[in-house]
């Protein structure tokens, strides 16, 4: 088994015999940040951090999270969109996101955004 390079996790057994894998995601306010998943298995948590790893590279968020969809997507923007894209690509995606700002469910506070139904059901 090889070694791990930097930043990309590591996998270790506690004493209580539960598996861990933890990722580094960097500073945040001064503070390391660290995302940790448990499993029973070795297998279950490599399979886990793997999935961690690649939405890294992906630009997704590793960790879940309770920002409203606005803060993601300011988030998503600056950070995934602008540094790989043309100008007007990420402008085209900035005014989708400013429509998107002003849904319903971006300013009620709702965690969820789902679509509104009529209260009709389709059948």
């Keep these: 088994m090889g070694k791990r390079g ?4 590591g996998i270790y057994r506690r004493a ?4 861990c894998a933890s990722v580094d995601l960097g500073y945040a306010g001064g503070r390391r940040r660290r995302k940790v998943v448990y499993g029973k298995t070795r297998r279950q ?11 890294r590279s992906a630009g997704r968020p590793v960790v879940e999270d309770s920002r409203r969809l ?6 998503w923007l600056r950070e995934v969109i ?3 894209r043309k100008l007007a690509t ?9 429509a998107t ?3 319903s469910c971006h300013t009620s506070g709702s965690t969820s955004c789902r679509p509104r139904t009529s209260g009709r059901s389709s059948r």
């Design 6 to 9: 930097n930043g990309e996790g």
């Design 16 to 19: 209580d015999g539960v598996w």
């Design 45 to 55: 948590v490599a399979e886990k951090l793997a999935a961690m790893n690649q939405a």
């Design 70 to 75: 606005g803060d993601y997507l300011e988030h």
């Design 82 to 84: 602008e540094p790989d």
């Design 90 to 98: 990420a402008a085209s995606y900035r005014d989708m996101r400013g």
């Design 101 to 103: 700002s002003r849904s």
